[in-house]
């Protein structure tokens, strides 16, 4: 079963690399001001929600976090793990890694970029920032689970 967990772990960090492939392409429109169809000089102007800065920060956040999941899912192999540990990484794994995607994609139209739940030094609070910062601190406690049990695993025969 250890397998199952470790293959829908990368299968996961492949779609997050997925993910940030598109944002990646949302960052250039939002960068051009649209959908170029380069060398065809042609351009089919629009305006894309949020910042530069913030599709950037999408982009290579998930590149990141899905590089992260595929790590972490062939390094799943090379250690002992029981079904219920083996579980336990995938999810918080998981969680960590589409936890970060809302604070990458909700923080970029957060005033306060969903660095809190409150006002803070960067601007007011908002449900932007709330859905921003909430998953990706449930994310960032399970991947510290996972890691640690990564960590105290034995390894594998």
Known sequence: MLHHYS????RHGLAGILF???AGFILIFSMIGGASLSPIPIL?????PGTIKGWRGVHIGMMMNGIMAVTLGCAMRAVYLNETQAFRVFSGTIIAVWGNCMFYVFGMFAPNHGLTMEANAMGEASLAGALAFLPALIGAITLFYAVISMLNAEPSD
């Open 7 to 10: 293959s829908k772990l990368i």
């Open 20 to 22: 940030s492939l598109t």
């Open 44 to 48: 089919i102007e629009f305006d894309v």
